[in-house]
């Protein structure tokens, strides 16, 4: 399991600078539009995401992608300078933020929009008998898109090998939770006769293990499963807008920073090397991305 934790704790680590260093550089002037950084929800992307196959599965995710689209590619690089707007970028600059693409991921910045996208696929990767399994990250604010309720009853009915998980941070947007979501978040799958997980913790080995079963069940099954995994955000909903009390915040950010929760496990010495080869990648990887073309921009 050491070597688990440590790959864990490294593409965390490395996913939590990466979002730092993109409000830094919004700050700086370096960045324009918007981002969405997922600091502090880094152990739904890592335990999660290691179970899937990035040249088989599929993923779905939503305009809060970063942490979703490292854990799946490792593509820090082309990231950066995606959200700079840079030739060099993912998708040449021509996507930012909120969308996303490359090889077997997506993403979309419309909320909701993806679950109807992400239940096709699943149906297309039944079809070519594939064993694929495709996989939406969704937030508690989706639960008010009459799309995934459609999508689940579809996804049940066709016996769906999707995967939908609920990343509940508490807030859409800046609404809490209590404020727009009524009864069980769960409850809604369950209703349809899809098999559900839901843990409260932050732990990712704790939720790897509990992915691990349910990505193990779509693959034997060919049917669908709904994981609600209890997270929180320590960053704004977008580059600067939060309304939240910064008490609450720094309660949730000292009982359950998912780094933190891993961090006493690992030899200090290893630590250090991941903490110091992430730094290094991130700040390489900024400087790389200043260095490109613009994309669009027209060369003397």
Known sequence: MTSDLARFYQQMYVIRR???????MFSAGEINGTTHTCIGQEATAAGVISHLDSERDVIFSNHRCHGHYVAFTDDVEGLIAEVTGRTTGTCG???????LCRGNFYSNG???????VATGIALAERERKSGAVTTVFIGDGTLGQGALYECLNMASLWRLPLMVVVENN???QSTPEELAVSGSISARAAAFGIPTAEITTTDVEEIHATA???VERIRATGEPFFMVLDTYRFSPHSKGDDTRDPAEIEA????SDPIALIADRLD???????????ERRVADAREAALAAPVAGAVQA
């Open 252 to 255: 949730r950010r000292a009982s």
């Open 268 to 278: 200090p010495e290893l630590r250090a090397d991941i903490e110091q080869a992430a």
């Open 110 to 116: 419309i909320q909701g929009s993806i679950v109807p």
């Open 170 to 172: 508490h807030y859409a």
């Open 18 to 24: 990466l979002e730092e260093t993109l409000l830094e």
């Open 93 to 99: 600059g021509k996507g930012g933020s909120q969308h």
């Open 212 to 214: 691990g079963s349910a």
